[in-house]
């Protein structure tokens, strides 16, 4: 697991992610990386910036493939319960295995919301810090079993088995929610 976090520390201090991210607004860590559960290289970030434009996103879109030279990527405008929200994701091999980042510039309130989420998780495993380890392990499980990403589970459907569903292990979260 630490692994992971250097991997994503790496990417956003040494080869200038976070720095490159301030020029455009305030950027947060969010996801599996704020809580502490990351399961793999993935990395979640929110922008703070209610005025990004087109050209904006030719400027960072310029960085991120100058920089991190990704085997995928994929920028976008689009519009998200009715607000607009910016996108740029990407998948580099720089660091000699996968890794993956998503970056969105959202207004302050979806932040705040994300962030009270992230705060809130992190305070349920103060309380019970063995959640840590069976949000992970149930993560990890479903990566191996290749139902963890785009239209199949996310990282949101674990918490909300473990947090509000009492859910313990991989297989009681696949006895409870299927298969997709």
Known sequence: MDNYKNNADQLLYDFGLLNELN?????????????DLMAW??????????????????ELTSFILNTFHPVWYEAKK???????AWFHGFETEILGELCNVDIWFFDNDT??????????????LLFNPELKEIVINIKQSLIENEQYGFDKFSSMDVYKAVFED?????????EKYGDK
Do not use: H, W
């Open 78 to 84: 689009d519009v998200i319960d009715g607000k607009t």
């Open 41 to 58: 290289n993935d990395l979640d970030i929110c922008v703070s910036n209610e005025s990004m434009t087109t050209e904006k996103l030719y």
């Open 166 to 174: 009492n859910v313990r292990s991989y297989k009681g979260f696949t």
């Open 111 to 124: 932040i705040t919301k994300s962030l009270d989420f992230s705060k809130n998780i992190k305070q349920k």
């Open 23 to 35: 020029n455009y607004g305030t950027p947060y860590s969010v996801g599996s990386y704020a809580m």
